[in-house]
């Protein structure tokens, strides 16, 4: 299995509160994406990096913020989660250079109460 | 924007049967294409990709992949299912060339959920 770890795992918090969710690699893969999945919607891109400090938005970013200082390590912040954001969030790494296909982690099931 | 249609939400076949699922999609350019599968309260698994040459790809657990240039599909086929294979599966797409915005993000299709039947 590709090294790539989430955590946490699992998440319950109050409406209105910050949470941040970490995606780790040890790889040295440059990009790395965050998804959400929801019933009838498959997986959704939140944002993406490819390459340190270097990050993007993908098509459900509203709510969200990203951060990358090291190659290995991508977080993912809900400033003030709502009930929206109840979802399974994954992370997943790639070297799109290399033609490689994208490793996903186990994923975080965050619930918002 | 690049895009991916699984226009089957649910594909019910007898075990020992052939099963197709489907996939269609849209992108700028020629695409890399790639088949995920996911079981119960795990992560996705890569299958299959296609990059260049043979249209038809194999793949992990005998699934096969046939790409379709002019009819924009990329069909994930085993010839004979298993109980096993129920599963949810992902089609996923990306542009070959890696510019800027959109090339850079791997888009997938709303999944297929494939149940296999004894």
């Known amino acids: 299995d590709a090294g790539i770890t989430q955590s946490p795992r699992h998440k319950v918090t109050e409406t209105g509160t910050p949470v941040t969710l970490r995606c780790h690699q040890t790889e040295n893969h440059r990009y790395m994406y965050w998804y959400r999945q929801d019933p009838g919607h498959g997986l959704r891109l939140i944002h993406y990096?490819?390459?340190?400090?270097?990050?993007d938005k993908g098509e459900v970013s509203d709510g969200y913020s990203v951060s990358r200082s090291k190659t290995e390590d991508f977080l993912l912040t809900l400033e003030s989660a709502t009930s929206s954001q109840t979802s399974v969030y994954f992370c997943a790494i790639s070297d799109l250079q290399k033609n490689t296909e994208a490793f996903f982690g186990q994923g975080t099931r965050l619930t918002v109460v | 924007a690049q895009s991916v249609a699984q226009p089957e939400d649910q594909v019910n076949v007898a075990e020992g049967n052939p099963l197709t699922v489907k996939c269609t999609y849209s992108v700028s350019g020629n695409p890399y294409l790639f088949w995920y599968v996911q079981y119960p309260n795990r992560g996705l698994q890569f299958l299959l990709k296609y990059i260049t040459g043979d249209n038809l790809v194999k793949g992990s657990y005998g699934f096969e992949a046939e790409f379709n240039k002019s009819q924009t599909s990329f069909h994930l086929k085993k010839p004979s299912a298993l109980v096993s294979d129920s599963a949810l599966y992902f089609c996923a797409v990306r542009p070959i060339l890696i510019s800027s915005g959109s090339a850079r993000q791997l888009t997938f299709g709303s999944g297929t959920q494939l149940t296999v039947l004894p």
């Open positions: 990096s490819y390459g340190v400090k270097d990050t």
